[in-house]
């Protein structure tokens, strides 16, 4: 399997982490709602509610499925990498135009000139 870079596999992982918290949504929901207004009874009176909420995010985000995320990461990667480099090219583009004092040409100009 090829490697990821640090970041690449950060991102893998927040995307995963991401994913089970909508997975995990009422466990979430319940816990927050326990939580709001608390501040020295939290780790008590919402324990229960805390480990409900990390078992469910235990159970989502596992190697099984940080494997498959980061192999769908690689699989998409060169796509990814093609649509940076162009919106790359095309801020440096318009960078220079604005630099230079020029309008971008609209299509009927340079149908013209053709």
Not at 12 to 17: A, P
Not at 90 to 108: I, N, P, V
């Amino acid at each position: 399997m090829e490697a990821l870079s640090r970041r690449e596999d950060q991102d893998v992982l927040e995307s995963v982490k991401s994913e089970a918290l909508k997975s995990c949504d009422v466990h979430v929901k319940d816990f927050a709602d326990c939580a709001t207004g608390r501040t020295f009874t939290l780790p008590f009176v919402c324990k229960d509610k805390l480990d409900i909420m990390q078992n469910c995010m235990r159970d989502y985000v596992t190697q099984e499925r940080l494997d498959t995320a980061k192999l769908d990461y690689i699989a998409n990667r060169s796509e990814h990498g093609k649509q940076a480099v162009e919106a790359l090219r095309k801020s440096r583009a318009e960078k220079l135009r604005r630099m230079a004092g020029l309008k971008e040409e609209s299509k009927s100009d340079q149908t013209e000139k053709k």
